[in-house]
T-cell receptor, first 114, second 116 residues
Framework: NAGVTQTPKFRILKIGQSMTLQCTQD?????MYWYRQDPGMGLKLIYYSVGAGITDKGEVPNGYNVSRSTTEDFPLRLELAAPSQTSVYFC?????????????FGPGTRLTVT | AQSVTQLGSHVSVSEGALVLLRCNYS??????LFWYVQYPNQGLQLLLKYTSAATLVKGINGFEAEFKKSETSFHLTKPSAHMSDAAEYFC??????????????FGQGTILTVHP
């Protein structure tokens, strides 16, 4: 199993551009999450999904959109990129049948908006 | 609202010394608690988890943590630090209720430096 994979690893965007961060998991997990990590701030939840076709906002959803058309994929869309979106983005997944809902993380995408 | 506080954004120890990383939590319902480790330029890897069974939890790489409800703490320890332990460590909480959908609340992180 590859686990959780994310592409790209790095990206530089200009202000106002858009992009999609890709996330795929091959563990048949029904729950998926997007976090952003900023220095000294820990990880903040952007959006999450409890299954295909079902998504909901997390703590910091503004400026982002998500979709979940399949169990495996959970892309994160940035529209009109702003410098405040410079961050490291992590995708994670978990399985609701696991008592602890342990989350598995991807390697991250480092995004710079200039 | 639930929260996680990690005391000390940076901890420095000598190789072979005790590692102690502090985590306190606030939750109105029984929590599940986790410690994750992040090596430079990598994702997060689960070290250990507390899920209301034993209060002393053993994890990978010789780490362990003790859940103390009276102190609302879940501190991470390792008896003898190794150079390879240098990383950032995150404490995280999720509510045990089913409607939490597994969402985690993270602490701010603690960077562990190990000196020769």
């Amino acid at each position: 199993n590859a686990g959780v994979t994310q592409t790209p690893k790095f990206r530089i965007l200009k202000i106002g551009q858009s992009m999609t961060l890709q996330c795929t998991q091959d563990m048949n997990h029904n729950y998926m999450y997007w976090y952003r990590q900023d220095p000294g701030m820990g990880l903040k939840l952007i959006y999450y999904s409890v299954g295909a076709g079902i998504t909901d906002k997390g703590e910091v959803p503004n400026g982002y959109n998500v979709s979940r058309s399949t169990t495996e994929d959970f892309p994160l869309r940035l529209e009109l990129a702003a410098p405040s979106q410079t961050s490291v983005y992590f995708c994670a997944s978990s399985y609701s049948a696991s008592p602890s809902y342990e989350q598995y993380f991807g390697p991250g995408t480092r995004l710079t908006v200039t | 609202a639930q929260s996680v506080t990690q005391l000390g954004s940076h901890v420095s120890v000598s190789e072979g010394a005790l590692v102690l990383l502090r985590c306190n939590y606030s939750s109105s319902v029984p929590p599940y608690l986790f410690w994750y480790v992040q090596y430079p330029n990598q994702g997060l890897q689960l070290l250990l988890k507390y899920t209301s069974a034993a209060t002393l939890v053993k994890g990978i790489n010789g780490f362990e943590a003790e859940f103390k409800k009276s102190e609302t703490s879940f501190h991470l320890t390792k008896p003898s630090a190794h150079m390879s332990d240098a990383a950032e460590y995150f404490c995280a909480l999720r509510n045990a209720g089913g409607t939490s959908y597994g969402k985690l609340t993270f602490g701010q992180g603690t960077i562990l430096t190990v000196h020769p």
